[in-house]
Structures are given as structure tokens and as C-alpha cells.
């Protein structure tokens, strides 16, 4: 099983539904994050969480929100989502412990918003 | 501003033809580089991390370098299964956890 899940991982919804993507970790991880990735821009931090009570916005937060339900699930909202927000969507985790730690990711949701 | 660029955007390698990627960065402080690899429909594949200028880690065909302005992922003799994107990214001393990516290289070895 993936140390880090993310449902669904494919999305095509209307412009102006609520949309809501989720991301679940088995490695224990207590920072968690949400990135962004569009063709020639890279990855871009949207929100990012050092633990349940820790909460920060990223690069590119506004027409986003996220819940941090517990250790191992951070979910990510879009409120009314508008067809700019098409892109793929990341879930990542790091362990805090020890300075410089990689981020681990999950395989991505793809969403389309028509 | 902290950023990250990669060079070149796309490269296509014969099998068994050794190559360099590069990256440059600007960063206040570094406190660690990071190497990852994506495979189409996946996310980024942790690879290696470099933490100061002279260091080099290696696994298999790849090897990473790092100076104070930029990083090489060379490839060795490179094999169809290595084709991928291979994407850099750098966390500062100012950005706690951030981590700022490049835009990454798109390699594809053909047999």
C-alpha cells in the first residue's frame, strides 16, 4: 500500500461546484502539504500544516482552504472552483525531525474543471 | 527572491549515452537541495539530497553534485527505464519547510 493516498485521482467537475480532494499518510509524518503542478510552472506550495493545531498558507492560497482532520489526513477545498484551478494536485509529507528532510509525495489527483 | 532553475527542458539521450542536468539556484541559506524523479501519472519520486558545496551522493546510473550555485544529476550510461522527469528543489534557511521547485528536465533514453 502507498505510504501516502490521495482520493479521487481523477476529477472533472463543473465551474462553481465545491470540491474537495483528500490525502491520507501511513508514515507517521507530522507535516503535511498541498502543491499545485501546471505545465512549465512547477510545483507551488498552496497550504501546509506542521501539525493538528498548525495551519499556514502557501505561494497561491486564495480560492483555497484545507482541514487537518487528524495526524494522518489533510484535506484540501475548493469552494467554488473556477476552470483556472485546473491542474494536478499534490499531497506531500515530511518528518521534522533532523534540519533539511525530504517531502514524500503521493501520485496526484488530476482535476478538470469544465 | 528564492528560485530554482533547471537546464535543459527536454533531453533525448541514446541508451548508453552519459549526460548532465543541471540546476541553479538562489537561496538564502541553504539548508538542503533536493533531487526527484516523476513518472508520468505519478508524483515526484524522492532521489537524493545534498546539504553543502562538494557533496555528492550516487545511486546506480546517478550522481548528484553540488556547489554553491548550482547542482548536476549525471547520468551514466543511461538505460529506457531512466526516461522521466527529473525535478530540483531547494529549502532556504528563511522557509522553514518550503521547498521551492524548478520546473524540471524531461529525459527520454531511447534503445
Known amino acids: 500500500d502507498a505510504d501516502v493516498t490521495q482520493t479521487p485521482r481523477n476529477r472533472i467537475t463543473k465551474t462553481g461546484k465545491r470540491i474537495m480532494l483528500e490525502c491520507s499518510q501511513t508514515?507517521?509524518?507530522?507535516?503535511m502539504y498541498w502543491y499545485r503542478q501546471d505545465p512549465g510552472l512547477g510545483l507551488r506550495l498552496i497550504y501546509y500544516?506542521?501539525?493538528?493545531?498548525?495551519?499556514n498558507k502557501g505561494e497561491i492560497s486564495d480560492g483555497y482552504s484545507v482541514s487537518r482532520q487528524a495526524q494522518a489526513k489533510f484535506s484540501l477545498s475548493l469552494e467554488s472552483a473556477i476552470p483556472n484551478q485546473t491542474a494536478l494536485y499534490f499531497c506531500?509529507?515530511?518528518?521534522?525531525?533532523?534540519?533539511?528532510?525530504?517531502?514524500?509525495f503521493g501520485d496526484g489527483t488530476r482535476l478538470s474543471i469544465l | 527572491e528564492d528560485q530554482v532553475t533547471q537546464s535543459p527542458e527536454a533531453l533525448r539521450l541514446q541508451e548508453g549515452e552519459s549526460s548532465s542536468l543541471n540546476c541553479s539556484y538562489t537561496v538564502s541559506g541553504l539548508r538542503g537541495l533536493f533531487w526527484y524523479r516523476q513518472d508520468p501519472g505519478k508524483g515526484p519520486e524522492f532521489l537524493f539530497t545534498?546539504?553543502?558545496a562538494g557533496e555528492e551522493k550516487e545511486k546506480e546510473r546517478l550522481k548528484a553534485t553540488l556547489t554553491k550555485k548550482e547542482s548536476f544529476l549525471h547520468i551514466t550510461a543511461p538505460k529506457p527505464e531512466d526516461s522521466a522527469t527529473y525535478l530540483c528543489?531547494?529549502?532556504?534557511?528563511?522557509?522553514?519547510?518550503?521547498?521551492?521547485f524548478g520546473t524540471g528536465t524531461r529525459l527520454q533514453v531511447f534503445p
Open positions: 506531500a509529507t515530511s518528518d521534522p525531525k533532523g534540519g533539511a528532510r525530504p517531502q514524500h
Open positions: 528543489a531547494v529549502q532556504g534557511e528563511g522557509n522553514t519547510d518550503k521547498l521551492i
Open positions: 500544516s506542521f501539525d493538528v493545531k498548525d495551519i
Open positions: 508514515k507517521g509524518h507530522d507535516r
Open positions: 545534498l546539504y553543502s
